[in-house]
């Protein structure tokens, strides 16, 4: 069973930086795609950055520049850099492929105080 774990989160300030990590375990073969995802409160999810196996990226309008989405040495972690932080940003942060396909992990919260 492939099992995805976020960790990283926190309490920052504005202007601040968080650097997640997403651990992948049960399948370390054939991922194309790994993505990161948020979710406010009351809002649905949406997706923040995109990575390939060939380390090409894409991230949504709101934190290009902010964000930074990586492989880590193994392809079983992914990793997202977060800096300038804005309050908008808050928000538990997810990571799954992209289709998505693993049972969607626990998250992590991240929050932006002004």
């Known amino acids: 069973q492939v099992q995805l774990v976020e960790s990283g989160g926190g309490l920052v300030q504005a202007g601040e930086s968080l650097r997640l990590s997403c651990v992948v375990s049960?399948?370390?073969?054939?991922?194309?795609?790994m993505a990161w995802y948020r979710q406010a409160p009351g809002q649905q999810r949406e997706l923040v950055a995109t990575?390939?196996?060939?380390?090409?990226?894409i991230y949504t309008d709101s934190v290009k520049g902010r964000f930074t989405i990586t492989w880590g040495n193994a392809k079983n972690t992914v990793y997202l850099q977060m800096s300038s932080l804005k309050p908008e940003d808050t928000a538990v942060y997810y990571c799954?492929?992209?289709?998505?396909?693993?049972?969607w992990g626990q998250g992590t919260q991240v929050t932006v105080s002004s």
């Open positions: 799954n492929g992209l289709p998505s396909f693993a049972p």
């Open positions: 049960g399948r370390i073969f054939g991922i194309n795609r």
């Open positions: 990575i390939t196996s060939s380390s090409t990226t």
